[in-house]
Nanobody
Framework: QAQLVESGGGLVQPGGSLRLSCAASGSIFNDYAMGWYRQAPGKQRELVAS???????NYADSVKGRFTISRDNVKNTVNLQMNSLKPEDTAVYYCNSLSMAAIKDGYWGQGTQVTVSS
């Protein structure tokens, strides 16, 4: 059964850091790549970072150099270390496999809210 549980969000001041974690069921985690996505109010969900099963990573230009994605293939978890946070990083953050994310009306977890504000 598909399951995604995101955690670690919160309120942080500009320039601060947060570490997000995602626990995924094997049926999702065993996909060729996992990603962290975010959706800000009034905007479409966007992919901010991805990592393959072999741990190759890719980042959106807006977060490159500030965010780091990692995975634990034993625990079926994916993490996102976010540093130098900016107000424009405010959004609900979700993790998912790239394949599941491409499916219209596919499964998503509840997400975790990140708010960057002074």
């Amino acid at each position: 059964q598909a399951q995604l549980v995101e955690s670690g969000g919160g309120l942080v001041q500009p320039g601060g850091s947060l570490r997000l974690s995602c626990a995924a069921s094997g049926s999702i985690f065993n996909d060729y790549a996992m990603g962290w996505y975010r959706q800000a109010p009034g905007k479409q969900r966007e992919l901010v970072a991805s990592i393959t099963r072999g741990s190759s990573t890719n980042y959106a230009d807006s977060v490159k150099g500030r965010f780091t994605i990692s995975r634990d293939n034993v625990k079926n978890t994916v993490n996102l270390q976010m540093n130098s946070l900016k107000p424009e990083d405010t959004a609900v953050y979700y993790c998912n496999s790239l394949s599941m994310a491409a499916i219209k009306d596919g499964y998503w977890g509840q997400g975790t809210q990140v708010t960057v504000s002074s």
